[in-house]
Nanobody, 119 residues
């Protein structure tokens, strides 16, 4: 079973930027990272988990939830088995715990990384 580890969350002011990272846990025995589409999900306080973005195996095709289009950029480094989410122009409504996963249902997601947007 894959286990992913998210990092990079922080307190940021509205309009600010953050880059989140996601790596494969060293306790995961075998996970062919480069063969899987990867996903970012998020969960705001008191709300359900929602899909944010996804990327194909080669990093050529990317998809975004409407509210983050033009502000967030998903990318990956298959050699490093690392997934990224560059977040710009952050808004209050982007505050959430962010998870990476191997599918939209959240399989393999870790504990998440918290993004707080506050002035």
């Amino acid at each position: 079973q894959v286990q992913l580890v998210e990092s990079g969350g922080d307190l940021v002011q509205p309009g600010g930027s953050l880059t989140l990272s996601c790596t494969v846990s060293p306790f995961t025995s075998e996970f062919a990272f480069s063969r899987h589409w990867m996903y970012w999900l998020r969960q705001a306080p008191g709300q359900g988990v929602e899909w944010v973005s996804s990327i194909d195996t080669g990093g050529d095709k990317t998809y975004y939830e409407d509210s983050v289009k033009g502000r967030f950029t998903i990318s990956r480094d298959n050699a490093k088995k690392t997934l990224y989410l560059q977040m710009n122009s952050l808004k209050y409504e982007d505050a959430a715990v962010y998870y990476c996963a191997k599918d939209a249902a959240g399989t393999g997601r870790g504990r998440g990384t918290q993004v707080i947007v506050s002035s």
